[in-house]
């Protein structure tokens, strides 16, 4: 976001695309799709300006770096789709003799659902690319093809579909290779929301069966959401919305961690935690309130230092804020998500 020149070419079709929809709301009224077919083709024919975005980073990063250009070209350019370059670079990441990268992408397009997962996985690059302190340029591209912790919840996101399908043999197997490659154990029934930024490293994470993670949490590497080991059932903790969860903290048992809460770095937390707090120790203590602080696209601070640069220069925050206004319009991630087909 902080080149100029990228952020003009970014924003000309971002423009171009408000402008498109204000001539059709003027021309036609909005009719509600009532079946699969016309409710499939307002999927298919929404423009998605992340993916734009992403391409634009990309062609940017051939014309600086050439020797780039088959690596971003095979991955990126001849994609016909954000959800298709993520699962082909993913799918050549976990191949195994047993199945290989071609028909790990099948299994990617064919189980994860076009909208309540497309926009998950949106959002997840978001927060990748906003908050990892090892995106130094920021970049959504740079998330895509290089965050492992991205990676590997997109890999969750098709387990998950696989257990909700009684197929569980083949989601333990996706678990069992992801935790392999990416030191993250998480167990295919464990619910994740939207936008989660997880740090995976060789610390790994390790996650439950029965754990719930909501919108815009953190998780750092080397965290555990486990049990006690004296529950059954439902033995994991519920994690609310933009909980930040630091380096190896371990949280553990059926407990509900508020939103907004902050639980610091090696503290182990047995017990629930109120809304905008933070703990911090072994056993976890109360060391005072937090603030809150911005979701995904919105403006100031968004909780891990990440990189702002842009938005201190004149020349730049004006345009990026307009970006980012525009590209919560228009995204197809956005779309209406109670309507089903």
């Known amino acids: 976001m902080n080149d100029p020149s990228l952020q003009q070419t970014l924003l000309d079709h971002l423009r171009q695309l408000d402008n498109i929809e204000q001539e059709q709301k003027q021309n036609h009224s909005q009719q509600k799709k009532s079946n699969i077919i016309s409710h499939s083709l307002q999927y298919r024919n929404a423009v998605d300006p992340l993916w734009i975005q992403i391409k634009l ?36 990441e976990i191949a195994t003799r047993l199945i290989p990268a071609t028909s790990l992408q099948n299994l990617f397009l064919e189980m994860l659902h076009p909208r309540k ?60 290779t992801v935790s392999r490659k990416y030191s993250s154990d998480i167990h295919p029934a464990a ?45 994991h903790p519920k994690v609310e919305a933009r909980v930040i969860l630091q380096q190896s903290c371990s949280v553990l048992g059926n407990i509900v961690i508020g939103e907004g809460a902050i639980i610091t770095a090696k503290s182990i937390v047995t017990k629930p935690v109120l809304p905008y707090t933070k703990v911090s120790g072994v056993p976890a203590k109360y060391e005072g309130d937090v603030e809150r602080y911005q979701t995904i696209g919105s403006h100031g601070d968004n909780g891990d230092g990440g ?30 998500q109670d309507e089903e087909f």
Request: aromatic share 6%; net charge negative.
């Open 191 to 235: 619910q994740f929301g939207d936008g989660i930024y997880l740090n995976a490293g060789s610390a790994g994470v390790v996650i439950g069966e029965t754990a719930v993670i909501d919108h815009d949490v953190i998780i750092m590497q080397g965290v555990t959401l486990g049990g006690t080991g004296k529950e059954r059932g439902d033995r």
């Open 57 to 92: 980073e990309a062609q940017h990063t051939i014309e600086k770096e050439p020797e780039s250009g088959p690596q971003i070209f095979t991955h990126i350019l001849s994609q016909p789709s954000l959800m298709h370059a993520i699962t082909s670079i993913v799918s050549h």
């Open 307 to 336: 990189d702002d640069e842009w938005r201190n220069n004149p020349e730049t925050r004006e345009k990026g804020e307009e970006i980012e206004r525009l590209l919560i319009k228009h995204s197809v991630l956005f779309l209406n």
């Open 117 to 176: 997962d497309v926009k998950a996985i949106s959002l997840d690059i978001m927060a990748s690319a906003m908050r990892s302190p090892s995106v130094v340029d920021g970049t959504a591209l740079t998330a895509v093809l290089f965050n492992q912790g991205l990676h590997a919840l997109i890999c969750h996101r098709l387990s998950h579909r696989l257990w909700l399908k009684q197929r569980t043999g083949l989601a333990y197997y996706i678990q069992s």
